[in-house]
């Protein structure tokens, strides 16, 4: 018998995956995954298509998503999971990182200009939107943009020299904050969890995450060596925390991450899996 693996961390279309919902699941079942979270960055669009999808293919699917928020001025990522898709409070939450990102957007196309290069808001919602639905825009597609115009090398090279945190066009736009993220995730009845903690840098901002109220922290995350993930399973574990997992797969924007490479297995995903099902007992997940 195969061993079910799930993987809890992916980007799509929706955000900035290159992917689409549907070619994200085609490929989960293409190698072998039992179990998907799709995990867009700030919104959950991917679900209308995903959820149809994967219960006619046979994959399990729990609801997901990345959201940005601020710990003072350091950026956490936080995942919810087994929310109820439907909650007012967490599409207003979606809603209200669209809005975020549109100026922080186009603040940073200001910026851009004052170095000299021409892009502007309309193209960056053209390249964004080439397929339906609503989307979550940010810095990835600028750097595409700037690459296709031939004002930087790579992708990588935008976010060095411009759009990385510390550079000249970065903004960091309007702060969310972790307390309210994890209170909107609890309020759609889902569980908050640190994402990727080892590649929080700032000590003091880790310990503090520690202590809130969070369920579970990503202890599996994408390549990291065993040494550097038990560090953090046995974090969760002295806090009797959930310890979820997952690629972080972008598709061709990040073409060393594929699908799959980090996993959890069947027991932790029936815990998200169960609770969604409590959930969404009386509708569609
Ligand atoms: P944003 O949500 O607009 O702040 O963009 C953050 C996203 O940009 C991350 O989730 C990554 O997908 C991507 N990203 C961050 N740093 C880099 C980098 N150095 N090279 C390529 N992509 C990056
Ligand atoms: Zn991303
Ligand atoms: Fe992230
Ligand atoms: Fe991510």
Same mark, same amino acid.
């Given at each position: 018998?195969?061993?079910?693996?799930?993987?809890?961390?992916?980007? !799509?279309?929706?955000?900035?995956?290159?992917?689409?919902?549907?070619?994200?699941?085609?490929?989960?079942?293409?190698?072998?995954?039992?179990?998907?979270?799709?995990?867009?960055?700030? !919104?959950?669009?991917?679900?209308?298509?995903?959820?149809?999808?994967?219960?006619?293919?046979?994959?399990? @699917?729990?609801?997901?998503?990345?959201?940005?928020?601020?710990?003072?001025?350091?950026?956490?990522? @936080?995942?919810?999971?087994?929310?109820?898709?439907?909650?007012?409070?967490?599409?207003?939450?979606?809603?209200?990182?669209?809005?975020?990102?549109?100026?922080?957007?186009?603040?940073?196309?200001?910026?851009?200009?004052?170095?000299?290069?021409?892009?502007?808001?309309?193209?960056?919602?053209?390249?964004?939107?080439?397929?339906?639905?609503?989307?979550?825009?940010?810095?990835?597609? @600028?750097?595409?943009?700037?690459?296709?115009?031939?004002?930087?090398?790579?992708?990588?090279?935008?976010?060095?020299?411009?759009?990385?945190?510390?550079?000249?066009?970065?903004?960091?736009?309007?702060?969310?904050?972790?307390?309210?993220?994890?209170?909107?995730?609890?309020?759609?009845?889902?569980?908050?969890?640190?994402?990727?903690?080892?590649?929080?840098?700032?000590?003091? !901002?880790?310990?503090?995450?520690?202590?809130?109220?969070?369920?579970?922290?990503?202890?599996?995350?994408?390549?990291?060596?065993?040494?550097?993930?038990?560090?953090?399973?046995?974090?969760?574990?002295?806090?009797?925390?959930? @310890?979820?997992?997952?690629?972080?797969?972008?598709?061709?924007?990040?073409?060393?991450?594929?699908?799959?490479?980090?996993?959890?297995?069947?027991?932790?995903?029936?815990?998200?899996?169960?609770?969604?099902?409590?959930?969404?007992?009386?509708?569609?997940?």
């Amino acid at each position: 018998m195969k061993e079910f693996r799930a993987d809890m961390h992916c980007h !799509t279309t929706c955000s900035d995956g290159s992917k689409t919902p549907e070619e994200v699941i085609q490929l989960a079942l293409q190698i072998g995954l039992s179990g998907l979270s799709i995990t867009d960055h700030d !919104t959950i669009e991917a679900y209308t298509q995903a959820i149809p999808l994967a219960e006619k293919l046979g994959l399990e @699917i729990v609801s997901g998503v990345e959201f940005s928020s601020m710990l003072s001025d350091v950026p956490v990522h @936080i995942l919810g999971y087994s929310f109820d898709l439907k909650h007012p409070v967490l599409n207003d939450l979606c809603q209200k990182h669209i809005l975020r990102r549109t100026e922080r957007n186009r603040m940073m196309l200001a910026a851009l200009q004052k170095n000299g290069f021409k892009i502007s808001e309309e193209e960056l919602f053209e390249l964004a939107t080439k397929h339906p639905g609503k989307h979550s825009i940010g810095r990835p597609h @600028i750097a595409l943009l700037m690459m296709q115009k031939g004002y930087v090398k790579s992708i990588q090279d935008a976010f060095k020299k411009y759009l990385g945190e510390g550079c000249s066009c970065y903004i960091r736009g309007e702060s969310i904050s972790v307390e309210e993220t994890i209170d909107a995730i609890h309020q759609a009845k889902g569980l908050a969890v640190i994402a990727h903690p080892h590649l929080i840098n700032h000590i003091p !901002t880790l310990r503090k995450l520690m202590q809130m109220n969070f369920d579970g922290l990503e202890g599996y995350y994408s390549k990291f060596p065993p040494e550097v993930q038990n560090q953090w399973v046995e974090a969760a574990q002295k806090k009797e925390w959930l @310890i979820t997992g997952g690629s972080d797969f972008h598709g061709d924007v990040k073409p060393n991450t594929p699908l799959g490479c980090s996993w959890i297995q069947k027991e932790t995903f029936s815990i998200l899996k169960d609770r969604l099902k409590d959930n969404c007992a009386h509708g569609n997940i």
